[in-house]
């Protein structure tokens, strides 16, 4: 079995504490901006396993990067709308930071070897 890289080990303990969290917001919001973060968070765990076994991989790394841009808007709002205490939103920006750096570390490393491939 090949060794999980960090940024998927990461990603998928975001989505085991992040999920069950969003499940429980009121129902205004859980139908909305929850299930649009959850299926984000989904999203970017499938696209980076994928990218993992891709030839090409950085286009999927940069669409990735947008992807997770995006989840910080979302968690955002979250604590904007109250819906989110000022200590768990720290938490989860820490653990959208960390795999924010592992993804852009990726992203220079493909980079230099597209650069090297030329």
Same mark, same amino acid.
């Given at each position: 079995?090949? $060794?999980? &890289? ?5 990603? /998928?303990?975001?989505?085991?504490? /992040? ?20 299926? *984000? &968070? ?17 286009? +999927?790394?940069?669409? &990735? ?6 989840? $910080?808007? +979302? ?7 109250? &819906?989110?205490?000022?200590? $768990? /939103? ?13 993804? *852009?570390?990726?992203?220079? +490393? +493909? ?8």
């Amino acid at each position: 079995m090949k $060794r999980e &890289l960090p940024i998927v080990q990461k990603t /998928y303990d975001l989505v085991k504490w /992040y999920v069950p969290i969003l499940n429980k917001l009121p129902r205004e919001h859980k139908f909305l901006l929850g299930d649009r973060i959850i299926t *984000g &968070l989904y999203d970017l765990l499938e696209g980076l396993i994928l990218a993992r076994y891709s030839s090409d991989k950085l286009p +999927q790394l940069k669409a &990735l990067n947008g992807r997770l841009d995006l989840l $910080r808007h +979302q968690t955002r709002l979250l604590l904007e709308f109250e &819906l989110m205490s000022a200590q $768990r /939103y720290k938490y989860v920006s820490q653990l959208i930071d960390g795999i924010g750096q592992e993804l *852009g570390g990726w992203m220079r +490393q +493909q980079h230099q070897k597209s650069i090297a491939n030329a």
